[in-house]
């Protein structure tokens, strides 16, 4: 069962990137979509950076609790 969905999802990954290989519009959505995630990290990124630059970083709270574990 496992092996019949791998298959299936090899299939229709080749399948996919065959249709955005010979169509323009599906090429020209998929590279306006990357365009939009990229955005958005580096919004998320940006955002995340100025919290951290005010101390208020998630990481100090993770090694926290590491220690505390110890």
Same mark, same amino acid.
């Given at each position: 069962?496992e092996?019949?969905?791998?298959l299936?999802?090899?299939?229709?990954?080749v399948?996919g990137?065959?249709?955005?290989?010979?169509s323009?519009?599906l090429?020209?959505?998929?590279?306006?979509? &990357?365009?939009?995630v990229? &955005?958005?990290?580096?919004?998320?990124?940006?955002?995340?950076l100025?919290?951290?630059?005010?101390?208020?970083?998630?990481?100090?709270?993770?090694?926290e609790?590491?220690?505390?574990k110890?």
């Amino acid at each position: 069962m496992e092996k019949l969905f791998c298959l299936g999802v090899a299939l229709g990954m080749v399948g996919g990137a065959l249709l955005v290989a010979n169509s323009y519009k599906l090429r020209s959505l998929v590279k306006k979509s &990357q365009a939009e995630v990229m &955005q958005k990290v580096d919004e998320m990124m940006d955002e995340r950076l100025k919290t951290c630059e005010n101390g208020d970083c998630g990481d100090k709270e993770k090694t926290e609790k590491k220690s505390s574990k110890k």
